[in-house]
């Protein structure tokens, strides 16, 4: 087929993945993840394992679009010719270094980019050709250890810019695995691609998303996952819940449970009854809240159970480490704890202002220009002067332990 767009719309402070710009470089996805969200009737593609869309243009639409925004790449700067031709508005964002760079999703959107057809097609490996020349920050999210094929391009990528590959494991016992996700790489060979990515120089870690219920979520699961993330160099291992939206994405899903696990039919499905249009479960139904779990899981184990936000080309390390604190916040409030917007909105936006970028937050703590800069809350000010100071903070450290005590008391569906 040929894509008409390819990015999706502009996004930041994002605390799962920290992408700003997601895209899918086919429609479909071989793999057949019983799971997957993209079955639902939402996203209008019928027959979505076994008819797979090809997106051949899919590099030429993304150098488009990355022109539109303002980038620059580097054939386009090394061209002789150019620079008579530049309008005024690309002339200023080319004195002024260009606009800031975004963090791009090349994979693991609504399907895999390297999902069985990507070895003979190569879209996506274009596609990370095209991000290299605009110097564009990189992030994957894989089932496949395909991605070692590009293990050169993405290390050029992440020399000039970042890459940041992360790979979905959900289940430790790959029979089970197999179930699930049929077409995918098998388990073992998803966690020896990750050692070959660290070993690499590239930034990795495990999103274990989406747990399934009594089938992942078990503690022999998820400490045998973390075991091995830690293992193989993992940076962290984040879990996460499942969500079932209803119509064919729901169905699809329940019919693999009568068929392999009858046992937890009734349960699962009385955790899914709600029919919620955007797929959430019951929570009070639910065995444990993965993330809390996940979380003791961690500790023990002794990996980071967060995702992490990494420096963008330009950015000052001070900046960094407070978008981090600030997503950690946020994160822990919305997503462990369950409160409410009111309480997260404040640390929301102001990651997003530091991740749109700012001067340096210690220079202006240093010459006493952070109140005057940020004319923010004193509470959200004291956060920030404190992790400058730290590189942590008392906030956050109070959540961790709230989230802690949760688990440790068996509340898990607290929200």
């Known amino acids: 087929m040929k894509a008409k767009t390819l990015l999706s719309k502009f996004h930041s402070a994002d605390s799962w993945f920290h992408v700003n710009r997601s895209l899918n470089a086919y429609r479909g996805c071989e793999h057949g993840c019983v799971y997957c969200d993209g079955m639902s009737e939402s996203y209008y593609v019928d027959d979505f394992t076994s008819h797979i869309r090809i997106k051949d243009n899919a590099d030429e639409v993304l150098r488009k679009e990355l022109k539109k925004a303002g980038f620059l790449s580097q054939t386009e700067l090394e061209t002789e010719t150019l620079y008579p031709f530049l309008s005024d508005e690309d002339a200023a964002r080319l004195a002024a270094g260009g606009p800031r760079k975004q963090v791009i999703g090349v994979c693991g959107g609504v399907s895999d980019g390297y999902q069985p ?119 962290f291992i984040q879990f996460g819940g499942m969500t079932l939206k209803p119509g064919r994405q729901k169905e699809h899903f329940l019919r693999a449970i009568e068929r392999h696990f009858p046992q937890h039919l009734n349960r699962i499905r009385k955790m899914y009854s709600n029919n919620d249009r955007y797929g959430n479960p019951v929570w009070q139904l639910l065995p444990c809240n993965v993330m809390l779990r996940g979380l003791r899981v961690c500790q023990e184990v002794g990996i980071r159970d967060r995702s992490v936000r990494h420096r963008l080309p330009g950015e ?81 450290e109070r959540l961790v332990e709230e989230a802690d005590h949760m688990t440790g008391t068996g509340t898990f569906n607290r929200f």
């Open 117 to 235: 057809a990507e070895r003979k097609h190569k879209v996506t490996r274009r596609i990370l050709e095209t991000l290299l020349d605009y110097r564009m920050p990189v992030m994957v999210l894989t089932k496949s250890d395909l991605v070692l094929r590009d293990l050169d391009l993405l290390k050029e990528i992440n020399e000039v810019a970042l890459v940041n590959v992360m790979f979905t494991i959900t289940l430790a016992n790959d029979e089970t695995r197999q179930i699930f996700e049929p077409r995918a790489a098998s388990t073992e060979e998803r966690f020896d691609a990750l050692k070959e990515v660290r070993k690499a120089g590239l930034f990795g870690g495990v999103m274990a998303i989406p747990t399934i219920p009594i089938i992942g979520d078990s503690l022999e699961n998820m400490t045998e996952l973390a075991k091995r993330a830690k293992k193989n160099r993992a940076e």
């Open 316 to 396: 000052f390390e001070e900046n960094n480490r407070v978008l981090q604190v600030l997503l950690d916040i946020a994160f822990y409030l919305e997503f462990m704890l369950g409160r409410s917007w009111a309480e997260v909105k404040p640390y929301k936006e102001l990651a997003t202002r530091v991740e749109q970028g700012m001067p340096s937050l210690k220079e202006l703590s240093e010459n006493g220009q952070l109140e005057q800069y940020f004319n923010t809350d004193k509470r959200l000010l004291a956060v920030v002067e404190e992790v400058l100071a730290r590189g942590t903070c008392s906030k956050l």
